[in-house]
């Protein structure tokens, strides 16, 4: 069973403070289509940068009536147990999920987790660009909202799906021989 999930952020940097604003992610096995959902806006108890505004159109105003992330980071972790986690550009929402965490960021030690994006590179070598909306188009997967965490996710779902198809075509059929993100 796999978890993809997403988040929204204040900003790029969570060693300079800024936080999750908002969680979207989505369980589903190799032979069903996507299940349960987890979707939550955050009060990151701190402004959202203007460039992160920009690409997320996440306002002061959505998040202030949220739960703050310690009020619904338990959930989130209890929602990914037992899961492989996928993410596009892992990294990046990796990085998020261990500053949330902190102390108790060895909870990610038992997952196993694989970066979408990095692959979608190696498998795709001839697309132009590689940003989470233009690999959806290239794969003919419609896009209908990006840079929100519940659609984002359920968008790297779908493009996922397709990795696994292409890597089972070339002979990958199991999850530990899928290079993880470290």
Do not use: Q, W
């Not at 349960?36 to 996440?58: D, K, Q, Y």
Request: hydrophobic share 45%; net charge positive; glycine share 8%.
């Amino acid at each position: 069973v796999f978890t993809v999930f997403d988040f929204e952020t204040t900003g790029l940097f969570p060693g300079t403070g800024d936080r999750i604003c908002e969680i979207g992610a989505v369980r589903f096995s190799v032979n069903s289509r996507t299940g349960m959902t987890f979707h939550s806006m955050v009060n990151p108890l701190r402004s959202i940068s203007p460039g992160a505004f920009r690409v997320n159109r996440i306002t002061g105003r959505m998040l202030k009536d949220a739960p703050v992330i310690g009020d619904i980071l338990l959930g989130f972790v209890k929602f990914i147990k037992g899961t492989v986690l996928v993410a596009y550009n892992a990294g990046f929402d990796v990085g998020f999920l261990h500053a949330s965490l902190g102390e108790n960021s060895h909870l990610l030690n038992d997952h196993y987790i694989i970066d979408a994006l990095a692959i979608a590179r190696r498998l795709y070598p001839g697309f132009r660009r590689y940003s989470l909306s233009s690999v959806a188009e290239s794969l003919d997967i419609s896009v209908l909202t990006e840079h929100r965490a519940l659609a984002d996710a359920l968008t790297t779902a779908k493009v996922f799906g397709k990795e696994l198809k292409a890597l089972r075509a070339r002979g990958i059929v199991r999850v530990e021989d899928i290079e993880p993100f470290r």
